[in-house]
T-cell receptor, first 114, second 112 residues
Framework: DSGVTQTPKHLITATGQRVTLRCSPR?????VYWYQQSLDQGLQFLIQ???????AKGNILERFSAQQFPDLHSELNLSSLELGDSALYFC?????????????FGPGTRLTVL | AQSVSQHNHHVILSEAASLELGCNYS??????LFWYVQYPGQHLQLLLK??????LVKGIKGFEAEFIKSKFSFNLRKPSVQWSDTAEYFC??????????FGKGTKLSVKP
């Protein structure tokens, strides 16, 4: 158990819908990262927050957005869902700005868009 | 742009065979290097990491990796694999945005 929690574990929805994925980082970690893992694209970095502020963006679509709240939990919002958005979404956390420190990964949320 | 390449998509070995998974990266500055493992149905876990110092790094479960700066490589090795090592392995240099750049991953299947 990494100490990072994600809810829900599974999510099944229809095209065009909007969903929210939630992540609680390890106690004391200020940075939260979101990744998307799919068969064709592999594991891709989406976005990073540090202490409530957006710090880095990766291959995140405009239909996707995220935020980090004062209690440091984070939410990833996916809207106008398409079939291709079906994937495993991981959240990770680290004490500081990573690239230099280990990231701890949550169990992921499996999103299925029908 | 920063990138990472893992040479093998799927490796199949028998128990007790030796393992080497290749990883090459392209990165202009100081790089920190990680190998993560994802066991079936589980989240990613850190196997080992290199920040500086001895280029031969030892990790958990008998894994090690060697950083060769001149070759931009960070290959993962294990002298004798076990069935329980069946998993997907990801090489990940630390990116300059403070994130990890993940390779496509190498699936390792170990036959008992």
């Amino acid at each position: 158990d990494s100490g990072v929690t994600q809810t829900p574990k599974h999510l099944i929805t229809a095209t065009g819908q909007r969903v929210t994925l939630r992540c609680s980082p390890r106690s004391g970690d200020l940075s939260v990262y979101w990744y998307q893992q799919s068969l064709d694209q592999g594991l891709q970095f989406l976005i990073q927050y540090y202490n409530g502020e957006e710090r880095a963006k990766g291959n995140i679509l405009e239909r996707f957005s995220a935020q980090q709240f004062p209690d440091l939990h984070s939410e990833l919002n996916l809207s106008s869902l398409e079939l291709g958005d079906s994937a495993l979404y991981f959240c990770a956390s680290s004490p500081g700005l990573a690239g230099v420190v280990e990231q701890f990964f949550g169990p992921g949320t499996r999103l299925t868009v029908l | 742009a920063q990138s990472v390449s893992q040479h093998n998509h799927h490796v199949i070995l028998s128990e007790a065979a030796s393992l080497e998974l290749g990883c090459n990266y392209s990165y202009g500055g100081t790089v920190n290097l990680f190998w993560y493992v994802q066991y079936p149905g589980q989240h990613l876990q850190l196997l080992l990491k290199y920040f500086s110092g001895d280029p031969l790094v030892k990790g958990i479960k008998g894994f090690e990796a060697e950083f060769i700066k001149s070759k931009f490589s960070f290959n993962l090795r294990k002298p004798s694999v076990q069935w329980s090592d069946t998993a997907e392995y990801f090489c990940a240099p630390g990116g300059n945005q403070g994130n990890l750049i993940f390779g496509k991953g190498t699936k390792l299947s170990v036959k008992p």
